[in-house]
């Protein structure tokens, strides 16, 4: 009582040899029906569980799919992660889910441990801040799945450098900064103040980027533009608001408000309400991600799209397919705007 049953147990209760047993429960090497019937029957009765990871080492157990994500909460990285265990599924892998906290130092352990566990792929989704020494590490790291026939998948984030041998299947997140910015600019907004991304994530740079180009496209002036950011997430958001509200005394100077995220530009709303500001009458405000909170809040809120289930969807079925393990792949998905409510035209002075 209380003991694993064991391959050797299945062996003598079956009447046959333990490397019999092997064959029938491995699945792929010829047996007689008899002893089948015989294994399986000793197997039900015993109750006996396959030991999965004796069996990975020995080359028989199940492919598995590794996805490595800042958290296992928010929406975007949720649809991520329901793209790739779909599409995992549909192939006959396992998906293995774990949160990062966006910590370097643990994503790097984490990718070293599914090397270990000889994962077929290792996803890694979202932004990240990086350094010399991490982009070193990663570059090692993807190097050594790449020989051991498995793949690095840098999924919504640029690789470490362009000889990295990783699978990058990303969003155009930059153009979608843009869009959203001249959306406002094309409203008549001038004063945009851009709150709620994290400065040196990869992520939050590239909507600064798209952010700045969009000024630029519009002829406003880079010293014009309003940058807050103190990190992603509806905590960081509110907070961003409230210091930029406080400065000014509640009398803002910008008349838009772009959030590097839906819920830090949830968040933002929340802070102008309790300073007396509507939107989007007194301040516009949009987002990025779609994150279902950008359809719950009132006004709706008018944000960037990202596929994100298909993104983990190609995220494995690049991966898959095959292709040279030696060098980088890169694939770039669409975003478009969706437009709801929370965008008001302006052609006045700010509110006062």
Not at 251 to 266: H, M, Q, S, Y
Not at 275 to 304: I, K
Not at 329 to 344: C, D, F, M, Q, Y
Request: glycine share 12%.
């Amino acid at each position: 009582m209380g003991e694993r049953v064991t391959i050797r147990d299945v062996a003598a209760r079956a009447g046959v040899s333990v490397a019999t047993v092997s064959r029938v429960l491995a699945g792929n090497y010829p047996t007689s029906t008899a002893s089948r019937a015989k294994v399986l029957r000793a197997a039900k009765d015993l109750d006996y569980v396959a030991n999965a990871h004796a069996r990975a080492l020995a080359g028989a157990g199940r492919k598995m799919i590794a996805v490595l994500m800042y958290d296992v909460v928010g929406s975007f990285y949720g649809e991520v992660a329901q793209g790739v265990e779909m599409e995992a599924a549909r192939h006959g892998r396992l998906t293995l889910v774990a949160s990062t906290g966006s910590d370097p130092e643990r994503e790097l352990a984490l990718v070293q441990m599914m090397r270990e566990q000889a994962a077929e792929a290792v996803v890694l989704v979202g932004g990240v801040t990086q350094d010399e020494e991490y982009r070193s590490r990663m570059a090692r790291y993807a190097e050594a799945l790449a020989a051991a026939g498995s793949r690095l998948v840098l999924c919504g984030r640029p690789a470490p450098a362009p000889d990295v041998p990783a699978l990058v299947v990303e969003y155009d997140n930059e153009s979608g900064a843009h869009a959203i910015t001249s959306h406002l600019l094309s409203a008549g907004h001038r004063r945009i103040a851009l709150i709620g991304y994290s400065p040196g994530n990869t992520t939050g740079d590239d909507r600064v980027t798209g952010y700045l180009r969009a000024l630029d496209d519009h002829g406003v002036p880079r010293q014009e533009a309003i940058l807050h950011g103190v990190g992603f997430g509806r905590h960081n958001g509110y907070q961003a608001m409230r210091e930029l509200l406080e400065k000014a005394d509640g009398k803002p100077e910008f008349t838009a408000v772009f959030g590097g995220d839906d819920r830090a530009a949830a968040a933002a709303c929340t802070a102008l309400r309790e300073f007396g500001l509507r939107v989007p009458e007194d301040v516009s405000v949009v987002g990025y991600n779609d994150d279902p909170v950008a359809g719950d809040v009132v006004p709706g809120l008018t944000t960037v799209h990202i596929p994100g289930e298909e993104l983990g969807r190609m995220a494995v079925r690049r991966a898959l397919a095959g292709g040279p393990r030696g060098a980088q792949e890169r694939h770039v998905l669409g975003t478009h705007i969706v437009v709801r409510e929370s965008v008001a035209p302006f052609s006045g002075a700010p509110r006062r």
